[in-house]
């Protein structure tokens, strides 16, 4: 019983901590900082309880892409920590919402509530640049670089190519940027999906609930890596489950395992470099195929 219990609390727990030191950053304007001491303390959390309390033992053993799954990480994080500095830099952050926002935003609402609203805009560009990355050939393509794992843990979170992460950032950023949200929201958009992402993919046994009707759980997203087109595409929800259920790609079967077995039917190049330049392979290997058929293939 006490079991069930600390595998219910465990996830909004982590989550709880993680905002913590993050509110307190963005209050005394150290928001940056806090978040990158943030985002490692929570790596190294993860990291003990993964081996402490595995959801699917199997991914405990080595997939030989620890590499990849780094660079990956590191290209991408530093890229878009660079984005963020120049923008500040050159004063775009303070023309479109400033400190206090622009336009209608509601900017006299309690900071929880404008980081919610934050959030709900942000989720729609997000969910949409993730369902067209499935349904659309060419974007398939580097999105499959992700798909790719064999397992799921926090470490390969962030193995996302770096034109995917473009994508994901020209569907949600300006939809922020356009509603005059201020620069706090923007940091803690930010740092929520990065905490969120993290828990999406770890592997530590956990229970959600009523939580799977809100959050991108790592009992949702597991269904979302499936192999079985049914079930993988589906789920596509960053941070919030929203639009999955308002535009019908919710899915959650509680009679049974997500499946183990995850990845794409395609090989997939070993290195990091291979994994940057295969999807321009494909992409050229598309111009005499038939898309239906190569799009089997891949998938």
Same mark, same amino acid.
């Given at each position: 019983?006490?079991?069930?219990?600390?595998?219910?609390?465990?996830?909004?727990?982590?989550?709880?901590?993680?905002?913590?030191?993050?509110?307190? *950053?963005?209050? #005394?304007?150290?928001?940056? $900082?806090?978040?990158? +001491?943030?985002?490692?303390? %929570?790596? =190294? @959390?993860?990291?003990?309880?993964?081996?402490?309390?595995?959801?699917?033992?199997?991914?405990?053993?080595?997939?030989?892409?620890?590499?990849?799954?780094?660079?990956?990480?590191?290209?991408?994080?530093?890229?878009?920590?660079?984005?963020?500095?120049?923008?500040?830099?050159?004063?775009?952050?303070?023309?479109?919402?400033?400190?206090?926002?622009?336009?209608?935003?509601?900017?006299?609402?309690?900071?929880?509530?404008?980081?919610?609203?934050?959030?709900?805009?942000?989720?729609?560009?997000?969910?949409?640049?993730?369902?067209?990355?499935?349904?659309?050939?060419?974007?398939?393509?580097?999105?499959?670089?992700?798909?790719?794992?064999?397992?799921?843990?926090?470490?390969?979170? *962030?193995?996302? #190519?770096?034109?995917?992460? $473009?994508?994901?950032? +020209?569907?949600?950023?300006? %939809?922020? =940027? @356009?509603?005059?949200?201020?620069?706090?929201?923007?940091?803690?958009?930010?740092?929520?999906?990065?905490?969120?992402?993290?828990?999406?993919?770890?592997?530590?046994?956990?229970?959600?609930?009523?939580?799977?009707?809100?959050?991108?759980?790592?009992?949702?997203?597991?269904?979302?890596?499936?192999?079985?087109?049914?079930?993988?595409?589906?789920?596509?929800?960053?941070?919030?489950?929203?639009?999955?259920?308002?535009?019908?790609?919710?899915?959650?079967?509680?009679?049974?395992?997500?499946?183990?077995?995850?990845?794409?039917?395609?090989?997939?190049?070993?290195?990091?470099?291979?994994?940057?330049?295969?999807?321009?392979?494909?992409?050229?290997?598309?111009?005499?195929?038939?898309?239906?058929? #190569?799009?089997?293939?891949? $998938?």
């Amino acid at each position: 019983m006490l079991r069930k219990i600390f595998e219910y609390l465990l996830w909004p727990l982590i989550l709880v901590a993680a905002l913590i030191p993050t509110g307190i *950053g963005i209050a #005394h304007k150290q928001g940056p $900082l806090a978040f990158n +001491i943030t985002y490692f303390s %929570l790596a =190294a @959390l993860l990291f003990f309880l993964e081996r402490k309390f595995p959801h699917e033992k199997e991914w405990l053993h080595s997939d030989g892409q620890e590499f990849p799954d780094f660079a990956h990480t590191a290209f991408t994080k530093s890229f878009v920590q660079l984005l963020i500095v120049s923008a500040t830099v050159i004063g775009l952050a303070d023309v479109v919402g400033g400190d206090q926002g622009t336009g209608l935003w509601p900017n006299h609402w309690p900071m929880f509530l404008q980081v919610v609203l934050g959030l709900v805009i942000a989720e729609f560009g997000l969910y949409w640049a993730h369902r067209i990355a499935h349904e659309w050939m060419p974007l398939w393509y580097f999105h499959a670089v992700h798909h790719s794992s064999k397992k799921l843990w926090f470490f390969n979170t *962030g193995r996302f #190519h770096i034109v995917d992460t $473009l994508k994901s950032m +020209i569907f949600s950023a300006p %939809l922020l =940027a @356009l509603s005059g949200a201020p620069k706090d929201v923007m940091l803690w958009f930010g740092a929520i999906t990065a905490y969120i992402g993290f828990l999406t993919h770890c592997n530590i046994q956990m229970r959600f609930g009523w939580l799977n009707y809100i959050f991108n759980t790592p009992a949702l997203h597991r269904w979302h890596h499936s192999k079985d087109l049914r079930e993988g595409n589906k789920n596509y929800g960053e941070n919030l489950m929203l639009w999955d259920l308002v535009f019908g790609t919710y899915y959650d079967d509680t009679n049974r395992r997500p499946p183990v077995e995850i990845g794409i039917k395609s090989a997939m190049p070993k290195s990091f470099w291979g994994q940057v330049v295969e999807p321009f392979r494909w992409h050229k290997f598309q111009t005499s195929a038939k898309e239906g058929t #190569h799009k089997r293939e891949l $998938l």
